[in-house]
């Protein structure tokens, strides 16, 4: 079952209304999105651990720029919800911009200290690439996650390991490798329950944000993004 959902990140996962990319970006890129609180554009784990999501620009971005993006981000939303098992969100960037969060329902999941790509996972990340080849102006974001079994250090390097997997894999599938931030997370942001079996394997996953860079920040800017 095809899944559309929209979320702003702040500190927690806060619901959108219903307000679509478009708007969202408005009220970002005017300065509204502020009343949000700092955590926006940010994954915030359970101890105030903070992960940005995407790539700062260093500059404010208008309103107007806010809703351009936020219209294409709202297209190709609408175009990956269509994927099989995929669950598309929109989320906020760290630079207050609309961006998308794609993860499938059987997960990009690996095993217990593991870091290999199953084929059911290259079959999904081919038809995400495939939809992605029409928006080069996006960076793609890949953050790997772990369960809590073992060291900090040790789930900080596995989880590195899996989202630099996926990142490579994107990379023979068109996706420039200069576009793909891959970053580990290990355990501070879980989607389950480590107590159990089936929440540390939930756990042990890979997921995948699109955000505006820099270019496209840029041709919205000066109206040539369409």
Known sequence: ?????????????????????????????????????????????????AAAIGAAVGTAVGGGTGAVIGN???????????????????????NGL???KVTFDSGILFDFNKSTLADAAKAQLDLFAKDMADMKETNINVYGHTD????????????????????????????AKDRIISEGLGYEFPVADNNTDEGRAQNRRVEIYITANENMIKAAEEGNLQ
Do not use: H
């Open 72 to 94: 294409q981000m709202d297209k190709k939303a609408k175009q990956l919800a269509e994927l099989e098992n995929a669950q598309v969100e929109t989320v906020t960037d760290v």
């Open 148 to 175: 809590n079994v073992g060291s900090e250090a040790a789930n900080k390097s596995v989880s590195a390991k899996r989202a630099k997997a996926v990142a490579s894999y994107l990379a023979t599938k068109g996706i």
């Open 1 to 49: 079952m095809k899944k559309f959902a929209s979320i702003l990140l702040c500190g927690a996962i806060l619901v959108s209304c219903g307000i679509s990319n478009t708007g969202k970006g408005t009220l970002i890129g005017s300065g509204a999105g502020a009343a949000l609180g700092a955590g926006i554009g940010y994954l915030i784990g359970g101890n105030g651990q």
């Open 98 to 100: 609309p961006g998308i």
